[in-house]
């Protein structure tokens, strides 16, 4: 996300929860990258595991200073729902 946009936040934080539709929640950092902020540490697992393929449309919406909703749409523009699996225990967060 642009720099300009973190400005709407009242705190930036540097580990976000990523809440799907169900409600399962997972936890990734960010860091700065080439001027605007970028999921990395746990992003590349959740895209695997919950399957986001390259055409695929994700959006997301702040919840909380810390928490996003997550919302995947496939190609077709159909939301995509995906049931809370089992995945790195590293990276899931704990409610």
């Keep these: 996300m642009p720099l300009d946009f973190t400005k709407h936040f009242v705190a930036m934080s540097m580990e976000f929860k990523l809440r799907n539709n169900i409600g399962c929640s997972w936890r990734v950092t960010v860091k700065l990258m080439n001027g605007r902020m970028a999921l990395d540490q746990g992003w590349a697992t959740y895209a695997a595991v919950h399957q986001i393929k390259i055409g695929y449309m994700v959006a997301f919406k702040l919840l909380t200073p810390d928490t996003l909703k997550v919302i ?20 899931a967060a704990r409610d």
Excluded: L, M, Q
């Design 72 to 91: 995947i749409f496939d190609d077709d523009g159909i939301e995509v729902v995906n049931k809370c699996g089992k995945h790195d225990e590293a990276f």
